[in-house]
């Protein structure tokens, strides 16, 4: 199984290099039309805020599209890579790849998927409401929320890069 996660300026030359059949998209509801990758293959696109709790006027991350990520997810049969990719790299598509990665695994520990996250990713943040929406419809009471804090805030940065989950 190839999980790949990058920001959306890596997109292009990631989906080149990997070809792969699924892409995640996690950009915000005012990212202009063009700005939203058309790949080859199976794509889904969300579109909300890369916010912790609601806030007037901001679109949060919401059980629907969780479970439009979960379903997704399930459809692919990983012959081939699944790329998830949000603006930045670093918070949206760490936390889209973390539910997938315990969607994969049911029986692997959250806080050892987190833990690989952390090494393959230094900066990685991932957004804390869409684990929490993601733990709760994956039944992981809780273990996904605190294996996500344990690992703390990540390194900052402008940008993430290209890597493997």
């Known amino acids: ?13 990631a989906a080149a290099l990997y070809r792969p ?13 063009e700005s939203w990758p058309t790949p080859d293959g199976e794509h889904l696109r969300l579109a909300f805020h890369d916010i912790a709790a609601p806030r007037d006027g901001l679109v949060p991350p919401g059980g629907e599209q969780v479970a439009e990520l979960l379903a997704f997810a399930a459809r692919w049969d990983a ?9 930045a790299g ?5 936390a889209a ?13 959250e806080a050892e998927i987190a833990g690989a996250l952390r090494i393959a990713a230094p900066y990685a ?3 804390p409401l869409l684990v929490a929406l993601a733990d709760e419809t994956l039944g992981r009471g809780g273990r996904m929320i605190e294996a996500v804090a344990a690992i703390g805030r990540g390194a900052e940065t ?7 989950l």
């Open 1 to 13: 199984m190839t999980l790949l996660v990058c920001p959306l300026s890596k997109v292009e030359s």
């Open 21 to 33: 059949s699924h892409m995640v998209s996690l950009l915000s509801p005012s990212s202009p039309p």
């Open 79 to 87: 012959t081939r890579p699944l790329l998830v990719h949000c603006w």
């Open 90 to 94: 670093v918070s949206r598509s760490t």
């Open 97 to 109: 790849a973390f539910i997938i990665a315990c969607q994969r695994a049911p029986g692997r520990s």
């Open 125 to 127: 943040t991932p957004n």
């Open 158 to 164: 402008f940008e993430g890069a290209l890597f493997e």
